[in-house]
């Protein structure tokens, strides 16, 4: 569970020694968007948007394999933190490479799904995150901080509908991944991985590496 940061007294000396001993939580985060659900939500009632956003939500394996992992929703934004030590528990995906062929498999399906009426299609922003902290300012809520979650955020704003962004951090771990499991480095979904991009984000002082990742339009 989060740390809890909780100090009254805004001149207090403790917090600093407080927030110090707090350790970082290394992990993978995503933030999975659905698309023009805003747009539906003007041409259509509650008995329609509604439906669809049940019917995406529940196909979205991730949510479902790691339900404790869904840290907070925003309008049709989802963020999923999943610490390294959460993932290795896990008897089916446990790996980075597993990790990104679930999501792809997910956006994908959904987007070729006979009947288009039944989903929304998603956009999905992956990052491998060292600085992030397990920490929460509200009682008895789970959350996560840190710079790597905000360019989680960031690299969202390289996303389109059916399209996958992953930072270079994590697609290396993908790609250790697929040598441990003795795996071509473009096995799987990777064959259709993009080259690197570089991006300037705004409030990021340091230029971003990217790929993407598009399962078609």
């Not at 290795?88 to 990790?99: A, D, F, G, N, V």
């Not at 995150?129 to 360019?151: R, S, W």
Request: glycine share 6%.
């Amino acid at each position: 569970m989060a740390t809890y940061i909780h100090f009254t007294d805004p001149t207090s000396l403790e917090i600093e020694k407080f927030l110090q001993e707090i350790p970082t939580c290394p992990g993978t985060c995503f933030f999975i968007d659905i698309n023009k659900s805003t747009d539906l939500k003007y041409t259509g009632g509650l008995p329609d948007w509604g439906r669809k956003l049940n019917n995406t939500f529940n196909f979205i394996s991730l949510l479902n394999d790691f339900p404790d992992n869904i840290v907070k929703g925003i309008g049709d934004e989802i963020m999923l933190f999943i610490p390294d030590d959460k993932l290795r528990e896990k008897k089916t995906i446990q790996s980075y490479y597993h990790l990104l062929e679930e999501i792809y498999s997910t956006v994908y399906n959904i987007r070729c799904f006979p009947l288009p009426e039944m989903f929304l299609r998603c956009k999905v922003s992956i990052h491998y995150c060292t600085e992030v902290y397990n920490i929460t300012f509200f009682k008895d809520a789970n959350d996560y901080y840190g710079k790597d979650i905000d360019l989680t955020a960031r690299l969202m704003t390289k996303a389109v509908e059916n399209r996958i962004v992953l930072s270079e951090k994590f697609f290396v771990k993908v790609q250790s991944d697929l040598v441990n499991l003795g795996l071509p480095l473009n096995y799987g979904c990777l064959s259709k991985v993009s080259g690197k991009f570089l991006e300037q984000f705004r409030g990021v002082p340091e230029s971003t590496e990217y790929r993407i990742l598009d399962t078609g339009s």
